[in-house]
């Protein structure tokens, strides 16, 4: 079971209390992209066995949307954090270093 | 003019628990920055009540606010003062961006009273019901069986519920399941 702890209301919760919403830190290609561009944000998604970064909504709690850094193979949660950043904070990908050395994601690592 | 109702009537179910529906509550949503010294002041002027923080829920005599989510409240006060409350907040945030809304007919509220209230919660909720975790004074906004819901404790033998009204019935079902006699766990006395 998935146990995450949301930022915004400081509960700590199980899966079924949160809804999944998908990648985190997507960039956004709309009017004005190249084809290319709006298809690969559409479609092409990481889908890591290991380090993942996702979207959680505390559906059923304060409403608010966070994201999750975690492993999707071990289900180890390694830090949740604002949904109004760009990047994972420097902490949480020291956590994951820690345990994981060498991951990467993305432009992460 | 017609009356208005409670969702079930005041439905009461006598188990290892006593569950009741209760009567109508003055309810009003209201969202904006918490932390801005206009919303303080309105929100303990208009209720008496002071602000309350992450995850609390403050009673001053009829009236209480609880905190929702990091921009919202849920004040609640007697059902025939509702109206003018709104209208004071509105009178008191003019100006500042913010919403109100009264929500109370679109919300059913039960108490739970007896010895065991914490287990009947902890068998319908994923949420540790321990005393050191769990104690009157906080909310918790979270999920019973398939609905969301949220609960406080007025005392170590009552807790409130509060969830939509068009879930009621179920609601009530769910809680006097839990609360059938023989079904004691005894988990927190
Ligand atoms: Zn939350």
């Known amino acids: 079971m998935l146990i995450l702890e949301c930022p915004c209301c400081g509960v700590t919760g199980e899966e079924t209390e949160f809804a999944g919403g998908g990648e985190a830190h997507l960039k956004r290609f709309g009017p004005g992209s190249s084809d290319d561009e709006f298809h690969t944000y559409l479609f092409a998604k990481e889908n890591p066995k290991g380090v993942h970064f996702e979207r959680w909504r505390h559906a059923n709690g304060c409403g608010k949307w966070f994201l999750a850094a975690r492993n999707t193979m071990t289900l180890e949660v390694y830090g949740t954090y604002s949904a109004q950043t760009y990047e994972p904070p420097q902490d949480i990908k020291d956590k994951i270093s820690a345990k994981v050395p060498g991951w990467s994601w993305r432009e992460f690592s | ?189």
């Open chain 2, 1 to 189: 003019m017609s009356s208005a109702v409670s969702a079930l009537g005041g439905a009461r179910y006598e188990g290892y628990v006593r569950v009741e529906e209760q009567g109508l509550r003055g309810m009003i949503t209201l969202r904006g920055d918490l932390n801005s010294a206009k919303m303080k002041k309105a929100v303990l002027d208009v209720t008496g009540v002071k602000l309350p923080k992450q995850r609390e829920i403050l009673h001053e005599g009829d009236k209480a606010v609880a905190w929702m989510s990091p921009d919202e409240l849920l004040v609640m006060v007697p059902y025939d003062a509702v109206s003018e409350t709104l209208a004071s907040l509105e009178k008191a945030l003019k100006g500042n961006h913010f919403l109100a809304v009264i929500v109370s007919d679109a919300r059913a509220v039960f108490c739970l009273s007896g010895d065991d209230v914490r287990e009947i919660v902890a068998k319908l909720c994923p949420v540790d019901m321990a005393p050191t975790t769990f104690a009157p004074g906080q909310i918790r906004r979270t999920r019973m069986a398939q609905i969301a819901a949220a609960f406080w404790m007025t005392s170590e033998k009552q807790i409130e519920i509060v969830c939509f009204r068009s879930v009621a019935q179920y609601a009530f079902d769910l809680l006097k399941d839990a609360a059938e006699p023989r079904g004691e766990v005894g988990a927190f006395l």
